[in-house]
Each structure stands twice: as structure tokens, then as C-alpha cells.
């Protein structure tokens, strides 16, 4: 959530705005959703770089 957005003026900033910032699609995708980030996150748990 972005609580510094209005949420009567753009909504979809106010509840996704921070997620937006944070998560930038990489340029070998065309979308990223919260599934293909906690994939690439576990991914590299599982290898052990994990710092």
C-alpha cells in the first residue's frame, strides 16, 4: 500500500503502488506477478544464496 496516494483519486496507487516501486518487471518478461516473485525468491533459498 502507498498511504501517501489518495485513495478517492487512484486507487489502484494507493493499494498497489508500493509493490509497483519495489518490483520491477525484468527485461526478459513482459509482466511479473506475486507467484513469479516468491518463485524467484525460493529459488534462491534453495540454492543457498540466500544472504
Keep these: 500500500m502507498d ?9 489502484f496507487q494507493f ?3 508500493n509493490w ?5 518487471i ?3 518478461r513482459s509482466s511479473l ?3 513469479e516473485v516468491m518463485a524467484d525468491d ?4 534453495l540454492k ?4
Design 3 to 11: 498511504i501517501n496516494a489518495d485513495p478517492c483519486e487512484d486507487f
Design 48 to 51: 543457498g544464496n540466500n544472504v
Design 26 to 28: 525484468p527485461e526478459d
Design 20 to 24: 509497483v516501486k519495489k518490483h520491477i
Design 15 to 17: 493499494a498497489c503502488g
Design 42 to 45: 525460493l529459488q534462491i533459498i
Design 33 to 35: 506477478s506475486t507467484f
